[in-house]
Structure formats: structure tokens, C-alpha cells
């Protein structure tokens, strides 16, 4: 099934990069590179590093591979990081958004999924499923219940700059899903 998530999820994801004025992006889990081929074609952006665990088959860039424990740079190193529904792929949500953080110099970006009862859990593990298992992506299914994500970096030093819930990353039947969807912008405090 072809469906407007992704051209929808880069539109947002654009408006809320536009006016930072950020250079040095780091996309986390880039995936096949849809999202950094396309941030990195934005005026005034000078470098998206992609960077992942796997490398995809079919990639429009080519991202570095880590391990997936420690993102092989030094604090600070990006105006901006961010991540486009890959935190709750990781093993341990909570250690790779501190990393993520670590890395930003001042911006962090995330973009991913959100539930309130164990019916929207199961709507979510079985998107997931859908969406990622023909090209051998894992979830173990590590969604974020009841905003704790976003409560726990604002009480690490970042502070919402920008929030939007639901986030209309699908039309038609499929929309009923917006309501899944979050896009939250932080800016590191200054006293950091």
C-alpha cells in the first residue's frame, strides 16, 4: 500500500527545521535516507551526517554504522539532532535519547508514536509490523505511554520549543492513526 506518511512527516519535519538555523544535522537511524537527502536539500543546511545501525539495500544516503550503544561523536558536535520514528526501535528508548542529546548542540528533534491504553499498544505493534518488516527492521515494541519521553528530556536540560499532537501524517481511513503521531522540538537550556 502506497500512502503520503513519509512526504507528509518531511513536511512538518521542514517547518520545524526552517528557521533554527541550524548547519550540522545529525539524522539518527536514517534508514534508507528519505529524510536526510531531503533536509539536506534545505537552504542554509550544510551537512546531514545519516547514521544507523544497518544499511539498508536501497539507500539515498549512505549512512555510517555504529553499534548501536554510543554514537561515535563528541558532546555537542550537531546544531541538531534528530529522529524520524526510530526511538522505539531501540533496545533502550530512554539511553538513546540522553545520547541523542549529548550530541546536540543545541536542537533536539523527535518525531515518532505516543498511547494511552493497551488497544492503542496493539494498533501501533501491528503498524510497526506492516511497516517494517519487509525490510527486516525489529520493533520490540518500546512506544512511548503517556508522554514519559518527553517529561524526561525536559527534566534533562531541554526545553519544548514546539509540540504537535496529532501529527496529520496520514489521510483517509489511515488517518485514524494521526492520533498516534507526535512531533516535539527542544532547545537545550543555557545553563547546560
Not at 540522553?98 to 503498524?127: F, P, Q, V
Request: charge should be neutral.
Amino acid at each position: 500500500m502506497i500512502t503520503k506518511y513519509r512526504p507528509r512527516t518531511l513536511e512538518h519535519l521542514q517547518k520545524m527545521i526552517a528557521s533554527l538555523g541550524a548547519h550540522e544535522i545529525l539524522d539518527f537511524g536514517a534508514g534508507d535516507g528519505y529524510f536526510a537527502s531531503n533536509v539536506l536539500s534545505m537552504p542554509g543546511i550544510t551537512n546531514v551526517t545519516a547514521i544507523d545501525v544497518i544499511e539498508r539495500k536501497y539507500s539515498l544516503v549512505k549512512p555510517l554504522i555504529y553499534d548501536g550503544k554510543r554514537l561515535p561523536f563528541a558532546d555537542r558536535s550537531f546544531d541538531l539532532v534528530y529522529a524520524v520514528d526510530v526511538v522505539h526501535h531501540c533496545l533502550d528508548p530512554l539511553q538513546a535519547l540522553n545520547d541523542m542529546m549529548r550530541c546536540s548542540r543545541r536542537y533536539l528533534l523527535l518525531k515518532d508514536h505516543n498511547y494511552e491504553t493497551i488497544w492503542g499498544r496493539w494498533i501501533l505493534a501491528l503498524l510497526d509490523e506492516v511497516g517494517n518488516r519487509r525490510f527486516g527492521i525489529p520493533s520490540p515494541y518500546l512506544y512511548q505511554k503517556k508522554w514519559e519521553w518527553l517529561d524526561w528530556v525536559e527534566s534533562h536540560g531541554f526545553k519544548r520549543v514546539h509540540f504537535i499532537h496529532p501529527v496529520a501524517c496520514q489521510t483517509g481511513p489511515l488517518s485514524l492513526t494521526n492520533n498516534f503521531q507526535f512531533m516535539c522540538l527542544w532547545e537545550r537550556e543555557q545553563t547546560q
